[in-house]
């Protein structure tokens, strides 16, 4: 098998298990929103089994670089999405109507706009040694440097935002 068929071998799984990874999340949060609470924990389990999975596919493939490397990687990453990606998935949601996958890749939109432009600056500032807190929007994914009234993407009240 040539090697270009090994590193895409290595991509396909790292894609297939972080989605199985994110799919297991969120199955393990119906399963207590059930009730079901040995079954969310079998998916939780599996969903972090996944993530260890995607991770070595990634380290394998030799695409965790450098901090300032990966950094740059991320950015590009999240402007295509806000650029490219969703303006044509909510083109596709608004010509259809569906009112919820407006929603969503609205939010998603926004919130890319707003991780790029934190990659962005935490590469300008890498060698910064004062801590930095980030503030992450539980409703569409935006994140803060600090704790906001209210989400400025979908209006979620700040404190409901999760500290990192």
């Known amino acids: 098998m040539s090697e270009n068929k090994v590193?895409?071998?290595l991509m396909e799984a790292f894609a297939g298990e972080s989605q199985a990874n994110r799919k297991y999340t969120a199955f393990a949060k119906k399963?207590?929103?059930e009730g079901k609470k040995n079954?969310?924990?079998l998916f939780r389990a599996a969903a972090e089994a996944e993530a260890i999975h995607a991770q070595r596919h990634l380290e394998v493939a030799g695409k965790i670089l450098?901090?300032?490397e990966n950094l740059q990687d991320a950015a590009n990453g999240e402007t295509y999405e806000?650029?490219?990606m969703y303006p044509e998935f909510?083109?596709?949601a608004e010509e259809e109507g569906n009112q919820d996958a407006i929603r969503t890749f609205t939010f998603a939109m926004e919130a890319e706009k707003v991780h790029a432009k934190l990659y962005?600056?935490?590469l300008e500032n890498i060698d910064e040694k004062e801590e930095v807190f980030y503030y992450l929007c539980p409703v569409c994914g935006n994140i803060e440097k600090s704790v906001p009234e209210k989400c400025k993407i979908c209006g979620a009240p700040g404190?409901?935002?999760i500290k990192f």
Do not use: C, G, I, R
């Open 7 to 9: 590193l895409k071998h």
């Open 31 to 33: 399963a207590e929103a």
């Open 39 to 41: 079954a969310a924990k």
């Open 66 to 68: 450098s901090t300032a």
């Open 82 to 84: 806000f650029e490219s």
């Open 90 to 92: 909510l083109k596709a």
């Open 120 to 122: 962005k600056e935490a």
């Open 159 to 161: 404190s409901k935002f």
